[in-house]
């Protein structure tokens, strides 16, 4: 599929800022004051940044508001409504720091209600049938993943950072390698997307368009193999090699800004394969 920087920035920075209010809602031993205020608003800097960045890939932005509606259909109405109780929830929570007195059953809630946001924006990609390297419990594991990862590294959590790095470095590597395989595992043809199986092998005589359209724009994208191996590379050091060598190498404080600098920047690249490296069915129509 095609790799929209909106959605690219949506489910990096929301995801880093999800992540980090999942660790500030589990620390037994809170920040107060001042220093609750300066990582409440990063975390809702980055959570609203992100959802705003969302807002950016609509057709319609002036009905963004309608996607409450579909809770009960839509993974992406689920995502907005869960967003809104973990801003609520986070919003209670860090009231309480500011007074000095941390409720901290209410950061409980706010953590789970921040990885329930992570859930359903990983769900509205792996409930796509039509993309099989999506369309895996992998995807919202890996989402997990790199958002607990991200918050630990913003939170300053370094011994949980390296474990998290670690094993999200081992998770995303096998969802590389055996995504490649999943559209071949499906089984879907053009036989099958065109329901001519029964009459025996369809070919294509034609493309569907003579000109571009929406659904080349959006869903029809091919990244060369050489070019995908190489930015696979740079995206796992970025992401996870170095910041990890950097936490292990010295413990002064700034480096911290490093590590997750070098960790966004993976992220980023690594988010772009995962929208470039899609395949859609609908591909199968153009002889995609």
Known sequence: ????PSLILFTTLSGLGFGLLAWLGIDLSPPEGGTAFAWLALAYA??????AASALHLKRRERALKA????????LSREAWAALATLLLGGGYGLSLL??????????LTTLAALGTVLCTAMIYAQLKSVPRWHHRSTPAL???????????LYGQ???ALLLLALTAALQCWVWID???RFARSGTTLASATGLGPQGSPRELFPPHTGSNYLLREMVFVVARRHAVKLRVLAGLLAFVLPAALLLAT????????CLALHVAGVFLSRWLFFAEAEHVVGLYYGR
């Open 179 to 181: 995504g490649d395989r």
């Open 143 to 153: 989402f997990f993943a790199y958002a607990l990862t991200g918050g630990a590294l």
């Open 46 to 51: 980055l959570c609203l940044s992100g959802l």
């Open 158 to 160: 370094r011994w949980p």
């Open 99 to 108: 007074l000095g007195y941390p409720l901290l059953p209410l950061g409980w």
């Open 1 to 4: 599929m095609h790799p929209a």
């Open 68 to 75: 409450f509606s579909q809770w009960r259909t839509s993974w």
């Open 251 to 258: 413990a002064i404080s700034y480096f911290n800004f490093i």
